[in-house]
T-cell receptor, first 112, second 115 residues
Framework: GQQLNQSPQSMFIQEGEDVSMNCTSS?????WLWYKQDPGEGPVLLIA?????ELTSNGRLTAQFGITRKDSFLNISASIPSDVGIYFC????????????FGTGTLLAVQP | EPEVTQTPSHQVTQMGQEVILRCVPI?????FYWYRQILGQKVEFLVS????????KSEIFDDQFSVERPDGSNFTLKIRSTKLEDSAMYFC?????????????FGPGTRLTVL
């Protein structure tokens, strides 16, 4: 089946630092998405990427859809304590159902 | 702002018992999903539902699972005979339509614990 591998698995940083995480796939996706999950909550969409090579920003977040459509990265600049959580990439292959295939997740911890 | 709601927030059951997890998707949405997340692992697709029938299901969604939209607002996931390995967070999601990209809105989840 389709697999999305995310790295790193976890990051422990100081407030104010920039972070970067990425996601690679064995197969092509039409849409790449980045979600954040807080403890005890469902995933919340941060950024959606629709075209290969696309670079999109949302505040302090920047994400890129790889040219091969098999990878994506997410950068967070000037991290703050509320950035703590688990970040998931997700691919959407399209088709009739638009189901999401989630990556393995990156746990981010930010020390004030 | 409209949101997906799920009940109960936590369900504890004995192995072999039936459970029904309930979801109320956003009211004008047309596609509905169930996902599962075992503790510490990634979110996994279970099933998608459109026009009162299953449109796709994963290998996880075996004969013990079923979904239903009984009254036009609720969307339920039933597990007939729970196993220990069914313990997980179950998330419901919904989207507006199928043309182009539509954000999947997730509910807060139901934590199922099978003893």
């Amino acid at each position: 089946g389709q697999q999305l591998n995310q790295s790193p698995q976890s990051m422990f940083i100081q407030e104010g630092e920039d972070v970067s995480m990425n996601c690679t796939s064995s197969s092509i996706f039409n849409t790449w998405l980045w979600y954040k999950q807080d403890p005890g909550e469902g995933p919340v969409l941060l950024i959606a990427l629709y075209k290969a090579g696309e670079l999109t920003s949302n505040g302090r977040l920047t994400a890129q859809f790889g040219i091969t459509r098999k990878d994506s990265f997410l950068n967070i600049s000037a991290s703050i304590p509320s950035d703590v959580g688990i970040y998931f990439c997700a691919g959407q292959a399209g088709g009739a159902t638009n189901k999401l295939i989630f990556g393995t997740g990156t746990l981010l911890a930010v020390q004030p | 702002e409209p949101e997906v709601t799920q009940t109960p927030s936590h369900q504890v059951t004995q192995m072999g018992q039936e459970v029904i997890l309930r979801c109320v998707p956003i009211s004008n949405h047309l596609y509905f999903y169930w996902y599962r997340q075992i503790l510490g692992q990634k979110v996994e697709f279970l099933v998608s539902f459109y026009n009162n029938e299953i449109s796709e299901k994963s290998e996880i969604f075996d004969d013990q699972f079923s979904v239903e939209r009984p009254d036009g607002s609720n969307f339920t996931l039933k597990i007939r005979s729970t196993k220990l390995e069914d313990s997980a967070m179950y998330f419901c999601a919904s989207i507006l339509g199928d043309w182009g990209f539509h954000e999947q809105f997730f509910g807060p989840g139901t934590r199922l614990t099978v003893l």
